[in-house]
């Protein structure tokens, strides 16, 4: 099953301007409870049973394309930014190239995107940073990816999981509700809510349980109406409807 990770806001409009917001530190997370220990090894395991071949939607797996995908996939649904990257990176291949071009060459290729102009502008601008700062390669760490125009922590820890295969936890929508739901964090900021799932989830499971909660997210805890009464969740998730 394949789930892609959503870019940080529409058309990465927490893009951190001016000095990098690498600086800012995550907050410090509350010490894992045993009960929510316990919750998290729960959820782990049916997590694995239920979505064991989660994946990330978008297509490209190398690191430049995978950047821009993410970047164009902000309210814009997979099969689209699937049709639509291939074409963009075709035209300009790696940074230097998408660099070179305009703001209106790109926009005019990925218009069908929705927030074209600010994605254009995030795709040129992480490009030509890439070119100045980092010799034309996408870095891996997370903060000299957080010095990229469009691109907050969500989408850095999409590129480091899925195009460098480091342990990323990638906090979208779907993931943060879920974490909450199920006990474990009690936070809404997504930074905050990374922190905590990073003091539960082991390490090597950062990428996949992400892929899993954001499926876990669409198939049945959706945001409206959570299909408890089919998930297999319910046997310990604390959330009121869980048990009614
Ligand atoms: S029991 Fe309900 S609230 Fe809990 S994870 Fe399942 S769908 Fe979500």
């Given at each position: 099953m394949s789930q892609s990770i959503k870019p940080d806001g529409p058309a990465g409009t927490r893009a951190r301007r001016g000095r990098p917001s690498a600086a800012k530190k995550l907050p410090a997370p509350a010490a894992p409870s045993r009960e929510r220990a316990k919750l998290a090894r729960a959820v782990l395991a049916a997590f694995q049973k239920l979505y064991p071949d989660?994946?990330?939607?978008?297509g490209p797996r190398d690191p430049f394309g995978l950047l821009v995908a993410t970047i164009l996939s902000a309210q814009c649904s997979d099969a689209r930014v699937n049709q639509v990257a291939p074409v963009l990176l075709k035209a300009y291949p790696h940074?230097?190239?998408?660099?070179?071009?305009?703001?209106?060459?790109?926009?005019?290729?990925?218009?069908?995107?929705?927030?074209?102009?600010?994605?254009?502008?995030?795709?040129?601008?992480?490009?030509?940073?890439l070119v100045s700062s980092f010799g034309g390669e996408t870095p891996r760490s997370m903060e000299d990816l957080l010095t990229l125009p469009g691109v907050g922590r969500k989408t850095a820890n999409c590129v480091r999981g899925n195009a460098f295969r480091l342990p990323a936890l990638t906090v979208d929508t779907h993931l943060g509700r879920i974490s909450r739901r199920l006990g474990l964090t009690r936070h809404e900021d997504p930074d905050k809510v990374e922190a905590d799932l990073g003091e539960l989830i082991p390490e090597e499971r950062w990428t996949l349980f992400s892929h899993q909660g954001i499926a876990h997210g669409r198939a049945l805890c959706k945001s409206q109406k959570p299909r408890c009464d089919r998930c297999p969740l319910a046997a310990f998730c604390p959330y009121p409807s869980a048990s009614a």
């Open positions: 989660a994946d990330c939607g978008l940074p230097a190239a998408m660099a070179a071009a305009t703001e209106e060459d790109i926009a005019a290729i990925i218009r069908s995107c929705g927030f074209f102009r600010t994605k254009a502008k995030n795709i040129r601008g992480a490009s030509a940073r």
